[in-house]
């Protein structure tokens, strides 16, 4: 007889996978000495793709210094840090050994976030943004190295936005009289230095604390202690003195923050340095300029990051602007922070993906690998198509705010985007205005459900904490983290309620941004592409009907109710022009399928597209949007 066989028995280390997946770096520049000009061999097909629309050619410093950066992200020691700092999360220390409070070293943070954080300065995240002999759109450059950066780095990008937006605000008053507080400006030339250098020494990171239980109250401070007028780099402290409870505050290891609170003439903008002398001089060391840590906060995610509750009690700062215009002064910051929390979402969602697909080409399900899977890819491929949107929509924006900022002509004029940029500035302003609540709101949205989704896509290894290998499957991490961006900087219902906000600002558009900028905007960029997408081109002129009807026919209670409804109605319309338009810069057939794929899938009830082919065609067109040019699958038989 034969003898019987037996089942191999499973061991703890028999292999799951036949090959652990390989993460390529996201971004690939493949110098031409012709255009130097991005190649097609880019794990990110979007960020490729938007960088060619909006960098002029022969800027292959932006290619490289992205291309460099995407493969820093990935190297094993910038992973360690960042478990490191995910794994030791902050700690407070309020007591020093006999039981003082402890205003010299209360805030421990791990050398992981340090060194990230350091990195992060030296990369030019920040001065990217503000490179006066670039170019080149400096915001896309910026938000493409962000993007390549922002999931390994532990959070760090949190600073770093808001040492943004202070550098943007503090440089609007460089200008500006000391008048009664003698002193400043040389305070804020000095800050506005540090907030962009690229030298870790030198570099400041800011905090921006605006959250209060129930506002703070300030006095100006007339008698100034000798010895202890001069903040831990030896600038003089200002003359105001600020007392209150700061409830919500990121970045508590800064060097400086921008703070609202209250005046006799209203909420006002403060400047204060986070340190100040403990003695008369250097040799005393430093200590909080006031400010003591009450707690940190136990979140959901964004454990790295020190997140606390602060109580102020003669803080030394300065005031800047007017008494009584702190809030509109601070609005130049939150533009710039709901920037990068929509940068920073679609940046986690594109690491998510790009996991799915090394995950794909690795494991195996019933006898072969899942990228021959047709229902999970058509699943990923369509969850593709929502991110190449989020980034369109997200990267539209950031050159819209490069446009503003450095000028159409100097930055636009010579890119494949000449066409889908205003230039008049007034127009691009108003548009940009229009969008960064709606993109704030839907791109974090977006991404926590895309993550959501990357996470499945793995199954039980997409739900497990995996900071082995360095943490790049990981996805978990990610999606905690993306969690809290429809929430930081205003909830999706406070983003709604600023785009009413917009609609009946007659200082935009002469109060028409909808039926005027935005309407002239859509109708001019349809045209150019209504050739190529007849049917979803149609789609989105009545969407666009839609919405200028409901803005014309609802009183402003009516359209906060329905405020959600707006910021659907902007992204889908904004979203499929700009598909569209990449599409149409080049005739790219996937482009071309992406565009078709999600100006369909937002069609008005009872509108929508009817696709032809047949299901096989739309496979194979699913594998090379899911699976990019560095899929193995070619376009013959399924």
């Known amino acids: 007889m034969p003898e019987p066989k037996f089942q191999q028995p499973s061991s703890s280390t028999a292999g799951f ?15 031409s000495q012709a255009t130097h000009q991005t190649g097609s061999t880019s794990d990110d097909v979007a960020l490729a793709r938007i960088l060619n629309l909006y960098i002029p050619q022969g800027s292959f410093a932006v290619y490289k210094s992205i291309h460099d950066l995407s493969r820093r992200a990935l190297h094993p020691s910038v992973l360690e840090h960042g478990i490191d700092a995910e794994l030791n999360t902050p700690r407070l220390r309020p007591l020093n050994t006999f039981g003082q409070e402890n205003s010299v070293d209360p805030l421990w943070v791990t050398e992981g976030w340090k060194s990230l954080k350091a990195i992060g300065q030296q990369e030019g995240l920040v001065t990217s943004g503000y490179d006066e002999a670039a170019g080149w759109n400096r915001r896309v450059h910026q938000f493409g190295l962000n993007h390549v950066w922002s999931s390994s780095a532990a959070m760090t990008g949190c600073p770093a936005s808001m040492t943004d937006g202070a550098a943007k605000l503090i440089h609007s008053h460089l200008k500006d009289e000391d008048g009664d507080q003698p002193g400043r400006s ?83 903008l403060f400047y204060i340095p986070l340190r100040r002398r403990a003695g008369p001089s250097d040799s005393h060391g430093s200590i909080l300029n006031g400010v003591r840590i009450q707690r940190l906060k136990n979140k959901v995610g964004t454990k790295q990051l020190p997140t606390a509750e602060l109580e102020l009690k003669g803080t030394r700062g300065w005031l800047i602007g007017q008494p009584g215009k702190g809030v509109r002064e601070i609005a130049t910051i939150l533009n710039i922070t709901r920037l990068y929390t929509a940068g920073g979402s679609a940046a986690g969602l594109g690491r998510g993906l790009a996991v799915c697909r090394a995950y794909s080409k690795s494991r195996i399900v019933q006898g072969k690998l899942l990228e021959h899977n047709h229902l999970h890819v058509r699943w990923m491929a369509g969850e593709t198509v929502k991110y190449r949107a989020a980034m369109n929509l997200t990267f539209f924006g950031l050159a819209l705010q490069g446009a503003v900022e450095q000028g159409w002509d100097k930055v636009v004029q010579n890119t494949r985007a000449d066409s889908l940029i205003p230039k008049d500035k007034k127009s691009a302003f108003a548009l940009l205005r229009l969008i ?47 969690l809290v961006n ?89 979203s499929s022009v700009v598909l569209m338009y990449d599409a149409c810069s080049d005739g790219d057939e996937v482009s071309t399928e992406v565009a078709s794929r999600y100006a369909s899938s937002k069609a008005l009830p009872g509108e929508a597209l009817l696709r032809e082919g047949s299901w096989h065609k739309e496979a194979l067109m699913d594998q090379r949007i899911f699976l990019g040019t560095s899929s193995r699958v070619s376009a013959g038989k399924l």
């Open 436 to 482: 960064t609540p709606v993109l704030k709101s839907q791109v974090s949205v977006n991404a926590v459900e895309g993550l959501r989704a990357c996470m499945e896509g793995l199954g039980g290894v997409g739900y497990c904490e995996n900071n082995e290998d360095g943490g790049i499957l990981n996805i978990a991490k990610i999606f905690r983290d993306t």
């Open 486 to 574: 429809p929430i930081w900087e205003g909830t999706v219902s406070v983003m709604a309620e600023d785009v009413v906000r917009v609609l009946s600002d007659s200082r935009l558009g002469d109060g028409h941004i909808i039926d005027g900028i935005l309407s002239d905007w859509v109708k001019t960029n349809l045209s150019r592409c209504k050739s190529r997408f007849p049917h979803e081109s149609e789609i989105v002129r009545r969407r666009l009907d839609a919405l200028v009807s409901l803005v014309q026919s609802t009183d402003k209670n009516e359209l906060l109710w329905r405020g959600r409804e707006l910021l659907i109605h902007l992204e889908a319309i904004v």
């Open 186 to 268: 040389d305070v804020l030339r000095q800050a506005y230095s540090r907030l962009i250098s690229r030298d870790p020494a030198f570099a400041w990171t800011s905090g921006q604390w605006m959250t209060e239980r129930s506002g703070g109250f300030v006095q100006c401070l007339h008698a100034i202690s000798v010895g202890k007028d001069r903040d831990a780099h030896g600038m003089p402290l200002g003359p105001w003195r600020i007392d209150g409870f700061k409830w919500f505050s990121s970045a508590t290891d800064s060097d400086m923050a921008l703070l609202l609170a209250r005046t006799e003439q209203g909420l006002s």
């Open 17 to 31: 996978f036949q090959a652990f997946p390989i993460l390529p770096a996201a971004f690939t520049a493949e110098a």
